[in-house]
């Protein structure tokens, strides 16, 4: 398939900037891909989709605060620091994004922080954008996360045009984030509250937890129009015994398996053994997954509304159907749904 083939006109108004009031009073739109029928609901209204033995697999990696404005050294300009993942412990090194780029070069000390709480060196560059950094840090590594902790601001996606506040801190960030490691949330997951899984958990169905650290890969742009040849950033996962025997087992008694987002579906589909059953994992996945594609774990899948041109239109255009997606995505736009990772869900049945 080509790139075009995933244009549509996306209103900017629509693109949500804040939250739904309660987590699980997000709109639902369900689209059963047999039919390509439409119905519109609420999240909370999924209890009515699952049963007893059904399983749920949840993306349980936590977003860190990623975001850190810092000082150059002699210039004092503001510098934006963006973390993606470490690099190696005890020499603190990390993967960043540097905004304005331009003025970072290898040498250049940063400084974080009213009293330079943190203090770091630039010792590459990686791409225009992307740098090492080395933290000057003495202490425990503990005091180093509490550091980041009070320094660093929730990663809000970019079109978001405002400062993160305290009730994001907590709105971006599912109730089951365990592991912290990921720089986006897996957004499908916002829309579960306490409340709602108790009601699941209560109608007997059950969750299988599975990690994958969420990277800003899984929103680069599409640059090709021939899909083949894109290339999907390295995204770490962890699959273990408790998931693969839960979700194997509801495979075997052929109940309903959904992946809830992008990154679980990511996860599963990187993991399948020779005869198509999850299997346990500790690895890296760059798996793209565009139509056509045979999907080998999942029967069912939760996910919000992506936009136009990007990968995650194009796992949920291979999973629901091309015709089906593009024909609900059009709906949706004209029922005004909120895209994005504030946005509404989409249940593919």
């Known amino acids: 398939?080509?790139?075009?083939?995933?244009?549509?006109?996306?209103?900017?108004?629509?693109?949500?900037?804040?939250?739904?009031?309660?987590?699980?009073?997000?709109?639902?739109?369900?689209?059963?891909?047999?039919?390509?029928?439409?119905?519109?609901?609420?999240?909370?209204?999924?209890?009515?989709?699952?049963?007893?033995?059904?399983?749920?697999?949840?993306?349980?990696?936590?977003?860190?605060?990623?975001?850190?404005?810092?000082?150059?050294?002699?210039?004092?300009?503001?510098?934006?620091?963006?973390?993606?993942?470490?690099?190696?412990?005890?020499?603190?090194?990390?993967?960043?994004?540097?905004?304005?780029?331009?003025?970072?070069?290898?040498?250049?000390?940063?400084?974080?922080?009213?009293?330079?709480?943190l203090v770091a060196e630039v010792v590459d560059n990686t791409t225009s954008r992307g740098r090492t950094i080395r933290f000057l840090f003495d202490g425990t590594d503990e005091e180093f996360r509490k550091n980041v902790e009070i320094l660093g601001e929730t990663p809000l996606p970019k079109y978001i045009k405002r400062k993160a506040t305290a009730?994001?801190?907590?709105?971006?960030?599912?109730?089951?984030?365990?592991?912290?490691?990921?720089?986006?949330?897996?957004?499908?997951?916002?829309?579960?509250?306490?409340?709602?899984?108790?009601?699941?958990?209560?109608?007997?169905?059950?969750?299988?937890?599975?990690?994958?650290?969420?990277?800003?890969?899984?929103?680069?742009?599409?640059?090709?129009?021939?899909?083949?040849?894109?290339?999907?950033?390295?995204?770490?996962?962890?699959?273990?015994?408790?998931?693969?025997?839960?979700?194997?087992?509801?495979l075997d008694d052929k109940r309903r398996v959904c992946a809830v987002g992008t990154t679980s579906m990511r996860a599963i589909e990187s993991a399948v053994s020779a005869n198509r059953r999850l299997k346990e994992a500790n690895d890296w996945t760059s798996k793209f997954i565009f139509p056509p594609y045979d999907f080998s774990i999942a029967n069912c899948m939760i996910t919000n509304f992506h936009t136009p041109e990007s990968t995650l239109l194009m796992m949920v255009s291979a999973f629901g159907g091309y015709e089906n997606v593009m024909n609900a995505y059009n709906v949706a736009v004209k029922e005004k749904y909120r895209f994005y990772s504030y946005g509404d869900a989409m249940l593919i049945i």
């Open 167 to 250: 009730q994001d801190k907590e709105r971006y960030q599912t109730i089951f984030a365990k592991h912290e490691g990921a720089v986006a949330a897996p957004t499908a997951g916002l829309h579960f509250s306490r409340e709602l899984m108790k009601r699941l958990e209560l109608k007997g169905v059950n969750f299988a937890e599975v990690t994958l650290h969420v990277g800003l890969g899984t929103f680069r742009p599409v640059e090709v129009e021939d899909l083949t040849k894109h290339k999907m950033d390295s995204e770490q996962f962890i699959i273990e015994s408790a998931a693969v025997n839960t979700v194997n087992k509801a």
């Open 1 to 117: 398939m080509k790139l075009s083939q995933f244009k549509f006109n996306l209103p900017d108004s629509l693109l949500a900037n804040t939250p739904a009031e309660q987590r699980d009073e997000a709109r639902l739109m369900v689209l059963h891909k047999d039919t390509g029928q439409i119905e519109h609901k609420i999240f909370k209204d999924i209890l009515g989709y699952f049963d007893d033995k059904d399983v749920m697999i949840l993306n349980n990696t936590k977003v860190f605060p990623a975001r850190l404005y810092g000082n150059k050294e002699k210039t004092g300009a503001t510098i934006e620091v963006f973390l993606l993942r470490e690099l190696n412990k005890e020499l603190r090194l990390w993967d960043v994004l540097v905004d304005p780029a331009r003025k970072i070069r290898v040498g250049n000390k940063l400084y974080f922080g009213d009293d330079d709480l």
